[in-house]
């Protein structure tokens, strides 16, 4: 089920047929999406280091929690930060200190698709492509942010919201 399609802003949120385990359960932020491949970070996985540990000027504009989330399977070692200003998100540069007060969220690592691979994942019902609120990027409960994203659909989609973690055992 496509609810629209894959878009820079727009957010993945994994179908319960979704097995693989880098992205199950998992809410990933478009953050570029073309004829190349499209590039998220995974935004509902936080990791228990804090992001003054890494990267120190950071930690006044982080959002809670203030620690570094795992964006997602491809290059770990790189961090991307992403910012709420006026409603939409902005990817920032690290390498200098904040230059306002925007929120930002800090990842390790972000999840990448070739060309035409995000689209046939969608096609096969791996992931509903649903609108982005700046308050899934800003949740001080990003472990909950699979459910409330779903939770909030006026389709059908929010039933999912309540799919069972092993439907075996429903």
Do not use: K
């Not at 499209?38 to 280091?49: E, F, K, Q």
């Amino acid at each position: 089920m496509r609810l629209s399609e894959p878009r820079p802003g727009a957010l993945l949120v994994a179908t319960p047929l979704l097995g693989d385990p880098n992205f199950a359960r998992s809410v990933v932020l478009i953050l570029q999406h073309d004829e190349e491949g499209s590039l998220g970070v995974v935004i509902d996985r936080p990791t228990t280091n804090a992001i003054d540990q890494f990267l120190p000027d950071w930690g006044r504009v982080a959002t809670m929690p203030p620690v570094v989330f795992h964006g997602g399977p491809v290059d770990p070692e790189v961090g991307i930060g992403v910012a709420v200003r006026f409603g939409s998100i902005e990817v920032v540069d690290l390498t200098g200190g904040p230059v306002d007060d925007s929120p930002v969220r800090i990842f390790a690592g972000y999840a990448g698709w070739g060309a035409g691979q995000l689209d046939g994942e969608i096609a096969e019902g791996a992931w509903f492509v649903l609108d982005f609120s700046p308050s899934d990027l800003l949740t001080e409960e990003p472990e909950t942010l699979w459910r409330a994203v779903l939770r909030r659909q006026p389709t059908d989609v929010s039933m999912f919201a309540t799919y069972p973690l092993d439907p075996r055992m429903n």
